[in-house]
Antibody, heavy 123, light 107 residues
Framework: QVDLVQSGAEVKKPGASVKVSCQASGYSFTDYYMSWVRQAPGQGLEWMAW????????NYTQKFRGRIAVTRDASISTAYMALTSLRSDDTAVYYC????????????????WGQGTTVTVSS | EIVLTQSPGTLSLSPGERATFSCRASQSVSKYFAWYQQKPGQAPSLLIF???SRASGIPDRFSASGSGTDFTLTITRLEPEDFAVYYCQQYDSSPFTFGPGTKVEIK
């Protein structure tokens, strides 16, 4: 079955960086866009970025530009989200989510989600 | 950035009742619109895509309609497992924004 498995929880100090991984299985990794979405404690969902795993092309929301990098290693069907200069308000659960077929563009709902990775930023 | 507004914020209902809630977009998103359900401690799951199409495995008590700027999700008869938070999302243009959510709680 289709699955996205994310790396484990992280605790970081302010100013540090974090890199979260998302390994796909059950489908061709390079065929579908992958997005990253975060959810602060008790808050709603916030879309951060997408990557086209086929081409490596990315799109980031303005809020995170300069601090975020989404990459992939197609050989191990894994996407990564790195966030730098962490602040306390970056404390959240970070999700990867599968988007649309790569030839159709990123304009698709997210039909498969990872289990989430809790990132805690605290001094 | 397209802003999504959901109403109501909270809906208090009993099992077996009908739930209807809405989402309004600050500009047209055509039918590039989805609804998600999220239960405590779980990742969101896709209910509806393309404004009105049920995702795989979603029971037919869930239905949705709308296009442009106004969208509605209806649950005809609430089951115990339907008490959750529901988010709308537009994927018409980047950033792919979400609404703030509607919590459906047991009355």
């Amino acid at each position: 079955q289709v699955d996205l498995v994310q790396s484990g929880a992280e605790v970081k100090k302010p100013g540090a960086s974090v890199k979260v991984s998302c390994q796909a299985s059950g489908y061709s990794f390079t065929d579908y866009y992958m997005s990253w979405v975060r959810q602060a404690p008790g808050q709603g969902l916030e879309w951060m970025a997408w990557i086209n795993p086929n081409t490596g092309g990315t799109n980031y929301t303005q809020k995170f530009r300069g601090r975020i990098a989404v990459t992939r290693d197609a050989s191990i069907s894994t996407a990564y989200m790195a966030l730098t200069s962490l602040r306390s308000d970056d404390t959240a659960v970070y999700y990867c989510a599968r988007g649309g077929y790569h030839t159709s563009g990123p304009w698709n709902a997210f039909d498969v989600w990872g289990q989430g990775t809790t990132v805690t930023v605290s001094s | 950035e397209i802003v999504l507004t959901q109403s109501p914020g909270t809906l208090s209902l009993s099992p077996g009742e009908r739930a209807t809630f809405s989402c309004r977009a600050s500009q047209s998103v055509s039918k590039y619109f989805a609804w998600y359900q999220q239960k405590p401690g779980q990742a969101p799951s896709l209910l509806i895509f393309g404004a009105s199409s049920r995702a795989s495995g979603i029971p037919d008590r869930f239905s949705a309609s709308g296009s442009g700027t106004d969208f509605t999700l209806t649950i005809t008869r609430l089951e115990p497992e339907d008490f959750a938070v529901y988010y709308c999302q537009q994927y018409d243009s980047s950033p792919f924004t979400f609404g703030p959510g509607t919590k459906v709680e047991i009355k």
